[in-house]
């Protein structure tokens, strides 16, 4: 059984930082990229980052130079270090695991930023 977890979220003040970490287990086949989405209420789940294999990573323009995203292959884990947090960065996070069978999805993390 294909298990997502998602863990690190948390309250923060603006300027401040968190890192969000997400394990992925039970997946028998290979992996093809590893992402963060975030999703506030009433608005669609949208990209935070995300790194494929040997692809090239990308990131919200909102996020670029503020969030870095990493994966540990050999554990089947991705990592978001998170940096000069914004209030509107205040949203649930989800992490999403890509295969050739279809994406998977963790239960999401909340991350609030107060002002």
């Known amino acids: 059984q294909v298990q997502v977890v998602e863990s690190g979220g948390g309250l923060v003040q603006a300027g401040g930082s968190l890192r969000l970490s997400c394990a992925a287990s039970?997946?028998?086949?290979?992996?093809?990229?590893m992402g963060w989405y975030r999703q506030t209420p009433g608005k669609q789940r949208e990209l935070v980052a995300t790194?494929?294999?040997?692809?090239?990573?990308k990131y919200a323009d909102s996020v670029k130079g503020r969030f870095t995203i990493s994966r540990d292959n050999a554990k089947n884990m991705v990592f978001l270090q998170m940096d000069n947090l914004r209030p509107e960065d205040t949203a649930v996070y989800y992490c999403?695991?890509?295969?050739?069978?279809?994406?998977?999805w963790g239960q999401g993390t909340q991350v609030t930023v107060s002002s």
């Open positions: 790194k494929p294999n040997g692809g090239i990573t």
């Open positions: 999403n695991v890509q295969t050739r069978f279809g994406d998977y």
């Open positions: 039970g997946i028998v086949f290979s992996i093809d990229a």
